[in-house]
């Protein structure tokens, strides 16, 4: 049985940080590329950051966020610095296999709100 299960989200000021974790099982995480994305209210899912044996991000998290993987624990992490009030949103772990048409899995997700 396939889970990713996310932790980690929570309430925090402007300017402060929060380490988000992706625990996943019941496939080879290894092989899997690890993204993150987050669903604001009244917005599109958009991808925030992306590993595989490189890194990618959206321009609005370049410099803030990191994206790292444990793969002995078969762990995703996001660490998210200097957080800002557009940040709040719902972050979503997926696991997607790097072939066309390879298999994608989702979290249930985790509520950042960036808010003083």
């Known amino acids: 049985q396939v889970q990713l299960v996310e932790s980690g989200g929570g309430l925090v000021q402007p300017g402060g940080s929060l380490r988000l974790s992706c625990a996943a099982s019941?496939?080879?995480?290894?092989?899997?590329?690890m993204s993150w994305y987050r669903q604001a209210p009244g917005k599109e899912r958009e991808l925030v950051a992306r590993?595989?044996?490189?890194?990618k991000y959206a321009d609005s998290v370049k410099g803030r966020f990191t994206i790292s993987r444990d793969n002995a624990k078969n762990t995703a992490y996001l660490q998210m610095n200097s957080l800002k009030p557009e940040d709040t949103a719902v972050y979503h772990c997926?696991?997607?296999?790097?072939?066309?048409?390879?298999?994608?899995?989702w979290g249930q997700g985790t509520q950042v709100i960036v808010s003083s």
């Open positions: 997926n696991a997607k296999l790097p072939i066309p048409g390879g298999v994608n899995y």
């Open positions: 019941g496939f080879t995480f290894s092989n899997y590329a």
């Open positions: 590993i595989t044996g490189s890194t």
